[in-house]
């Protein structure tokens, strides 16, 4: 049985008109998620802006999530950095506050070789947490092949993998050549990922949509497909802007759309134009025209 089960929510970072952490905000977020039915959070990701977080607000937005989650979910915590050694730091820190499990890109900043890269996760898995590793080609240097993985699978702690390289024949590959759980890491895949085998998804879309990003995904795992396809026909279009490099200021978007306001994103991140704003609100309404 796969250890992380269901829909994980890549939470985003709310934060006020002044551009600062709104850990109200994030607690609101979070506690209505979890009542919404999703199965487990992942703060410190790079939909919840990582990288624009100093070292305290990222330490107390993970210490949030942790508390409020106070054991009804799972959370998995990001660790993403520019360092193996600051990796590290991240991965003790959430074990030391109880999070269920790390996600784990590779080295971000250049290419690495392929030792270098199994030698990253050799020293996260030695922290003694879960791992979920990371695999997105699209913004990181790094493509964690189905032989890759199969390499790194070998350390004990590394149980699963994001995949979000796009190409949908990875999640039988994966499950062929290591013992890892896959967990789909890019929202318009979803429906795909389930009926190849996929035992989780880490969503973006469902910040804003959480009870229908359970519904879809359960339905596909169960081989429920007409009922599955009749509702992915409706959320695909929003599922499309998860899968962009936008995808931070589309989602936060949809989060106001949806009546929970989490404020703007931080540069570089800029707002978009009116013309991607008008899409995005285009196909929400016409999500909620077709669900009514």
Partial sequence: MAKFNGVYVALV???????QVDYEGLKNLCNWLIEEGVDGLVPGGSLGEYATLTIEERTKVVETVIEVANGRVPVVVGTGAPSTAQAVQWAEHAKIHGAAGIMALPP?????????VIEHYRALSEVGIPIIAYNNPKDYPTDLTPDLLAEISKFKNVV??????????????ILHKTDLEVMVGVDDLVVEGALVGATGWIAGVPNALPKEGVEIFQLAK?????EALELY???????????NPQLVQSIKYMLELAGRPVGSTRPPRLPLSTEQYQKIEEAFKYFKKQTV
Avoid: C, H
């Avoid at 970072?13 to 551009?19: G, Y």
């Avoid at 971000?108 to 270098?116: C, H, T």
């Avoid at 699963?160 to 590959?173: A, L, T, Y």
């Fill in 13 to 19: 970072t709310p934060f006020t008109e002044e551009n």
């Fill in 108 to 116: 971000i900043n250049y290419k690495p070789i392929e030792n270098e």
């Fill in 160 to 173: 699963g993998v994001k995949e979000f390289s796009g190409d949908v024949r990875r999640i039988q590959e």
């Fill in 222 to 226: 169960e081989g429920k497909i007409k």
């Fill in 233 to 243: 026909q409706y959320l695909l279009p929003l599922f499309r802007f998860d899968a």
